[in-house]
Antibody, heavy 121, light 109 residues
Framework: QVQLQESGPGLVKPSGTLSLSCAVSGGSTSSSNWWSWVRQPPGKGLEWIGEIFRSGSTNYNPSLKSRVTISVDKSKNQFSLKLSSVTAADTAVYYC??????????????WGQGTLVTVSS | QSALTQPASVSGSHGQSITISCTGTSSDVGGYNYVSWYQQHPGKAPKLMIYDVSKRPSGVSNRFSGSKSGNTASLTISGLQAEDEADYYCSSYTSSLRVFGGGTKLTVL
C-alpha cells in the first residue's frame, strides 16, 4: 500500500518561498507514475499545481508556472515543491498525490493527508 | 485551462439516486476519456471514485457510476447513503495539464 506524507513549515512570510516535501513509502518515485502537488484554499476547491515524472520531466499549472519548481530525490524516495513570492492567496492545504500512469486518465490514486500552509507576517 | 463546471450543490433522499454533472469543452472532457471523480469528506484527503470516465477502482461501491455525453461527464450515485454526503470533484487530464471542477456539495436528506 502506497503512503505519502507531506512535511514542511506551516507558516511562511509574504514574499517568501514555500517549501514542502512528500515522503513516499510502499512505492518508489522511480516507478512509472506522476508525482503531483494539489492545493485547496480554506473552504474552496482543489487546484492542481504540477507534477514530476521519474525522468525529471515536469508539468505545471500555467497560472503558477512562473513561481513553481517541483523536484524529485530518488535516493530519498521523496519529491518536493517550491513556490516563490507567496501571498495570502497561497494559504491552503497542500496535498501530494500519485497520478497513476497505468490508466488513460492518469488519476490521483494515492494522496497524502495534506498540510496547511499559512502565509502571514 | 479553465476549471470544469459543476453545480455547487445537489441533494437527495436516502435510497434515491442523484447525478452530478461536469461540463468542459471539446478540448478536455469532450475530446478524451480522461475524466476522473473524487470524493472528499470534511478535513480528509480526496478519494478516487471513478477514472477513465466510467471505471471504478477496487473497493469503490458499485453504487457509483460514471458516464459522458459530449462535453459533459456525469457521476451517478444510486441508493444514497448517509456516508455519501461529501464534496465531489471531477478532473480532466489533457495535453499534460490537469484541471478540476469547482466541486459539488452533496447533501443526503
Amino acid at each position: 500500500q502506497v503512503q505519502l506524507q507531506e512535511s514542511g513549515p506551516g507558516l511562511v512570510k509574504p514574499s517568501g518561498t514555500l517549501s514542502l516535501s512528500c515522503a513516499v513509502s510502499g512505492g518508489s518515485t522511480s516507478s512509472s507514475n506522476w508525482w503531483s502537488w494539489v492545493r485547496q484554499p480554506p473552504g474552496k476547491g482543489l487546484e492542481w499545481i504540477g507534477e514530476i515524472f521519474r525522468s525529471g520531466s515536469t508539468n505545471y499549472n500555467p497560472s503558477l508556472k512562473s513561481r513553481v519548481t517541483i523536484s524529485v530525490d530518488k535516493s530519498k524516495n521523496q519529491f518536493s515543491l517550491k513556490l516563490s513570492s507567496v501571498t495570502a492567496a497561497d494559504t491552503a492545504v497542500y496535498y501530494c498525490a500519485r497520478a497513476s500512469y497505468y490508466y488513460d486518465s492518469n488519476p490521483f490514486d494515492y494522496w497524502g493527508q495534506g498540510t496547511l500552509v499559512t502565509v502571514s507576517s | 485551462q479553465s476549471a470544469l463546471t459543476q453545480p455547487a450543490s445537489v441533494s437527495g433522499s436516502h435510497g434515491q439516486s442523484i447525478t452530478i454533472s461536469c461540463t468542459g469543452t471539446s478540448s478536455d472532457v469532450g475530446g478524451y476519456n480522461y475524466v476522473s471523480w473524487y470524493q472528499q469528506h470534511p478535513g480528509k484527503a480526496p478519494k478516487l471514485m471513478i477514472y477513465d470516465v466510467s471505471k471504478r477502482p477496487s473497493g469503490v461501491s458499485n453504487r457509483f457510476s460514471g458516464s459522458k455525453s459530449g462535453n459533459t461527464a456525469s457521476l451517478t450515485i444510486s441508493g444514497l447513503q448517509a456516508e455519501d454526503e461529501a464534496d465531489y470533484y471531477c478532473s480532466s487530464y489533457t495535453s499534460s495539464l490537469r484541471v478540476f471542477g469547482g466541486g459539488t456539495k452533496l447533501t443526503v436528506l
